[in-house]
């Protein structure tokens, strides 16, 4: 029974929160992908809040963010 739900969720997408729907729609834009650290790649990328995040180092979840130290969101 579980296999169907699971059939279910992806067919109708419901089973993805808000933030991995923006993600899978909009994919990760260029300035996110540039702002990333060295050793971080753009499958490391995920979204919080409608915010860009990675996994640090340490385990810690670090927001992406731009020149100015503002987290880069999706608009």
């Known amino acids: 029974m579980k296999k169907l739900g699971l059939g279910v969720c992806l067919a109708l997408g ?14 990760i834009p260029g300035s996110v992908v540039e702002a990333l650290p060295d050793g971080v790649t753009s499958s490391a990328v995920g979204l919080e809040g409608g915010c860009y995040l990675y996994d640090g180092p340490d385990g810690s979840v670090v927001f992406v963010t731009d020149e100015n130290g503002d987290r880069i969101c999706v608009k």
């Open 14 to 27: 419901a089973c993805a929160s808000a933030d991995e729907q923006l993600l899978a729609k909009n994919g």
